[in-house]
């Protein structure tokens, strides 16, 4: 796909950044999946109620299920500094992942040749002022995700300016992409430098901001959970959630003697280590059960109320709509397909759900729910609750999502009603859609043509990209997007960032739709 040069915008980097957080962040969710099962059916509290279970070949099984399940958690940050610089590439991709490794380890080594020739190895008081930990190998100044993501930021910078750097004849071999992970190891390797001297505020900015969280005691989870679905629109989400789970902004605890930062990591850390009596309601407060309220049971309830709000002779057409969204959010954790039937046409409820979406995270903080892991769906309920005993106090979770699901029924019900609120099912003055459309968007394939057309043709996009429910894009002219056609041909919102940035909600099969106008914009006409 020929890129045109349009000037990268704040929206568009941050959105794009958010983006390649997901890459690793869904393998720690199903990483969690492997820890938390793994964990349950190998404790001695579970053999001792089902002594089936206390069979070797089977302890055998629970066991390495928990050893993998520790592999996103211990290498996380070594994931976040390869997936970044080959989200945000355009092209060679694999050379700028491959730099981004490069990259982490020219850093931490730098660090470690600091750290050894001031002696700071050798000064139990100075190793631990400075966080020294042991990093692939060389001991270094623990930085963490946030270190990662300075990494795979600057990589991705320096791919982009190098991967077709010419070098002279006699250094050719050198050039174009291989150029790009040498310069990233002597642009880290100086970076690691200066660690010593500038981490130490970044550690205390960071600190400053779980102090913040921790002084807000129960309010805490409110403002997070509320924030993160108020960034959700713009995609900005990511940021915000990556900082609390990895960093110190989460907490800071000891387990099982290592000293350890972010909300997700201490749970994990918890559930693997075998001294651990339970789970600290403190960090799990931020984690999968405070979204269960709102994802079990809210959006189903507002889900109903749309349907029973919808006009009579269009119910059979937004049912599968509506179900497909509910078994996403409930199911998945996956929110967005129900979110923006109403976030476009009814702002108002969008900000009513994120604050609903708060005090969920906020209630079963106060009643010390412990339930851990990252997606707040059914299986982080089973896995992470129900298999973990009735310490966690699973049994509560039903209970709030039932209330909630009463409330966001009654409260959209109303809103739709009073205020005519253009939900699905309700819409007048359609786009008219026409006979060769409307077979096309009854077969599986041929959407993304419509999209494409919708777009302003295969000329208007100069970058292309998805993540689990969006296309992601950078346009030519944005007059020439046709929102309402979007809309018409199964889009469920369009996201204007700015004059070239704009993200189109498809659902979960907006990869297959991307793929289809990749091909298609890739075809001469």
């Known amino acids: ?129 400075y966080g020294v930990t042991s990093i692939l190998g060389t001991e270094s100044i623990d930085t963490g995700i946030l270190g990662a993501v300075i990494v795979g930021i600057i990589v991705a910078k320096l791919h982009t300016r190098f991967y077709t750097f010419k070098m002279p004849d006699a250094l050719a071999f050198f050039g174009g992409a291989r150029f790009v992970p040498i310069i990233s190891s002597l642009t880290l390797g100086v970076v690691g430098l200066l660690v010593p001297f500038i981490w130490p505020y970044f550690a205390a900015g960071i600190n400053g901001i779980g102090y913040a969280i921790a002084g807000a005691g129960d309010f805490g989870p409110f403002l997070f959970g509320a924030g993160e679905r108020l960034l959700l629109p713009i995609g900005l989400h990511h940021i915000l959630v990556a900082l609390i789970r990895f960093t110190e902004a989460g907490g800071t605890m000891e387990v099982c003697g290592d000293t350890v930062s972010g909300a997700l990591n201490i749970f994990y850390s918890e559930l693997s280590c075998p001294d651990t009596q339970g789970f600290t309601p403190s960090v799990t407060a931020f984690l999968s059960q405070g979204k269960m309220p709102a994802f079990l049971g809210g959006l189903p309830g507002a889900a109903l109320a749309m349907y029973h709000c919808s006009k009579v002779e269009n119910r059979s057409k937004i049912k599968a709509l509506l179900i497909s969204g509910v078994v996403a959010c409930v199911v998945g954790g996956i929110t967005e397909p129900l979110e923006f039937l109403f976030l476009f046409v009814a702002p108002v409820l969008y900000f009513i759900h994120a604050m609903l979406t708060g005090l969920g995270f906020m209630v079963m903080g106060m009643l010390d729910v412990t339930i851990g892991n990252t997606d707040g769906n059914i299986i982080d309920f089973l896995v992470f609750g129900v298999l973990q005993g009735t310490a966690t106090k699973w049994y ?81 002219d944005m007059r020439l997007v046709n929102d309402a056609e979007l809309k018409a041909y199964g889009a469920l919102g369009v996201v204007k960032l700015d004059e070239h940035s704009l993200q189109v909600v498809i659902g979960t099969q907006v990869h297959m739709v991307k793929n289809e106008i990749q091909s298609l914009m890739a075809t001469p006409a």
């Open 1 to 129: 796909m020929q890129q045109k040069a349009n000037k990268t915008t704040l929206w568009e980097f941050l959105q794009s950044l958010g983006k390649t957080f997901m890459v690793p962040v869904a393998l720690l969710a199903f990483s969690g999946i492997l820890l938390g099962i793994g964990s349950s059916f190998s404790s001695a509290a579970l053999k001792e109620a089902m002594p089936f279970f206390d069979n070797v070949i089977l302890q055998y099984i629970f066991i390495w299920m928990t050893k993998i399940g520790l592999v996103a958690f211990i290498y996380l940050p070594v994931m976040f500094a390869i997936a970044i610089p080959m989200g945000l590439a355009r092209e060679e991709k694999g050379v700028a992942a491959f730099s981004g490794l490069v990259g982490y380890a020219a850093l931490n080594l730098s660090i470690n040749f600091y750290l050894t020739v001031t002696g700071a190895l050798d000064s139990e008081a100075l190793r631990q002022s």
């Open 396 to 476: 509560l979770v039903p209970v709030v999502a039932g209330v909630w699901f009463t409330i966001y029924y009654f409260v959209f019900k109303f809103a739709i009603l009073k205020f005519n609120l253009k939900t699905p099912g309700r819409e007048t003055n359609e786009v008219p859609v026409s006979a060769e459309a409307e077979t096309i968007l009854a077969t599986e394939g041929g959407k993304g043509a419509l999209i494409l057309s919708a777009l302003g043709g295969a000329e208007n996009i100069t970058s292309l990209d998805n993540c689990i429910t969006r296309l992601r894009l950078t346009v030519a």
